[in-house]
């Protein structure tokens, strides 16, 4: 593979201090694809203090905008440049389908494409001071040192929502990608120092969550934390983030209500409900899992999603007519098959699916069957947790009320979908689903513009749109008194 398989820390391609290394695993067949260093605390450690020279002394923070965003605009086509290669190496990682991979390297150019458009929109606001002789301005500052920490499940594209605000905005980074799947970051990597980003401002550690992970987030050194995973590693970010009162950005799970009610067009909000959960084998956090069916059509509508799902196409990402491609890793498939276990000890019902596929082809591969569950009621573990695979859960309104109840009823608030052809019913009931995103008569769609993001445990803050960008930035007030007088108080 003709990929640098190192950290890169201070403008460096580096091996692991320790000189440590990791296989990185194909889901689909588990071949060995790559061996990249892997980073301990000391590589860490070397990178913030890298980074924390380059936003202290460097002249990147006070670069002009425009410069910046010249630089960040470069990286955007350069990512078109290369788009197959990162496509490729994007699904060889994860096993989603070589189509997927395409689209998201699309949408990841887009994403520095839109930051870099946006960074120098912003020149501050001169506020109406209540001082006579004054001015009083507001600007936008870099916040400094940022701690970026990415899942494996869309590698690049979750890293893309961190890289490009922060360098567009002027702060210094240390990227940490799942040890899992840090190969398109890698690539990525390549691209920003040969799109001319100066040395120590963005620098990448490779490695585990426990000793990199938690060092970025221990460190007094770095003053931001911006992490996308699960809500166990994030409750263990924000504490250790106390430390030095760390900003923070978190983007966790989601367990996402989609609810279809009667008079919805029944063949889209079919084809957009399996869309909505079996894309990347419902490896999203914003997947519709809990899909909530109004009772007149929920049996009419349960068969047609089963119909479907028996002729799905599973196998090799690489093959045109796959689908669905495998689970990411041994462990997260033995994860998806005891949370089904625990469905049926619940009282659920298997309306398809429910085990590994027994196709030879596929007994090298992470695979699990996409799996329904009816009879499902919300006190069950499989409603209220986060099982991130192949799975949906099935549950019945009669009312309005009873269907809002029942998509809020969750420790999640991450997205939510709403199927009617009565907008102002689908008005009614968005005014209050509490996700940071609802879709009307859509699922899963989302685009740089808009803000991204959850409610409820879900996390805090914002990636993509100007909110995303803010979320790198400081807000500094500056007052100027243009005739100076004593106060004689004293
Ligand atoms: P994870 O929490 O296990 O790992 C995420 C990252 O955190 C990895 O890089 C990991 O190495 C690191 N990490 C692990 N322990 C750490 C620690 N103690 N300190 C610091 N870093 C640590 O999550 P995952 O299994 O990689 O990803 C799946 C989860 O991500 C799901 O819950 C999914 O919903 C969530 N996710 C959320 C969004 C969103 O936008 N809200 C997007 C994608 C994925």
Known sequence: MNLKQQQYINGNWVDANVGNTRDIINPFNQEVIATVAEGDASDTKAAIAAAREAFDKGEWPTTPATERDAIVRRIAEL???????????????????????????????GVFRYFAELADKDGGELID????NSISKVVREPVGVCGQITPWNYPLLQASWKLAPALATGNTLIMKPSEITPLTTIKVFELIEEAGVPAGVANLVLGAGNTVGAELSDNTDVDLISFTGGIVTGKKI????????????????????????????FEV??????????FHAGQICSAGTRLIVEERIHDEFVNALVERVKKFKLGNGFDEDTQMGPLISAEHLAKVEKYVETGIKEGAT??????RPDDPELQDGFFYLPTIFTNCTTDMRIVQD????????VEKFRTEEEAVKLANDSIYGLAGGVWTNDIAKAERCVAKMRMGTVWINDFNLYFPHAPWGGFKQSGIGRELGKLGMEEYTETKHIFQNLKPESMNWF
């Open 269 to 278: 909000a079919v084809d957009q409900a399996l869309n909505g959960v079996f």
């Open 350 to 355: 298997v309306a398809i699916g429910g085990s």
């Open 386 to 393: 986060e099982a991130f695979g192949p799975i949906i859960t």
């Open 238 to 265: 924000m504490q250790a983030a106390s430390v030095n009162v760390k900003k923070l950005a978190l983007e966790l799970g989601g367990k996402n209500p989609n609810v279809v009610f009667a008079d919805a067009d």
């Open 129 to 132: 001071s209540p001082i006579p």
């Open 79 to 109: 990512i078109e440049r290369d788009k197959e290669e990162l496509a490729r190496l994007e699904s060889l990682d994860t096993g989603k389908t070589v189509e997927e991979s395409r689209g998201d390297m699309e949408d990841i150019a």
